[in-house]
């Protein structure tokens, strides 16, 4: 199981965040800031690389983003 470690800007704005937790999970994620600018570090997609990489990989595949 991978563990997501929140940024400190993340805990800064949400101090009830953990420092580590098993990730990735959907209850993890902050709905209402899908599709913003909001990225704390994440990496962001375009919708359509997002639905091809679902269509092409299972579930749980590791990516690599160079």
Request: proline share 9%; with cysteine.
């Given at each position: 199981?991978?563990?997501?470690?929140?940024?400190?800007?993340?805990?800064?704005?949400?101090?009830?965040?953990?420092?580590?937790?098993?990730?990735?999970?959907?209850?993890?994620?902050?709905?209402?800031?899908?599709?913003?600018s909001?990225?704390?570090?994440?990496?962001?997609?375009?919708?359509?690389?997002?639905?091809?990489?679902?269509?092409?990989?299972?579930?749980?595949?590791?990516?690599?983003?160079?």
């Open positions: 199981m991978a563990i997501w470690t929140p940024t400190a800007n993340m805990r800064k704005r949400d101090a009830k965040l953990p420092i580590r937790m098993a990730g990735p999970h959907p209850r993890h994620e902050r709905p209402s800031s899908i599709g913003k909001a990225s704390s570090g994440c990496i962001r997609m375009f919708n359509e690389h997002i639905f091809e990489l679902f269509a092409e990989v299972p579930v749980g595949t590791r990516v690599v983003v160079r």
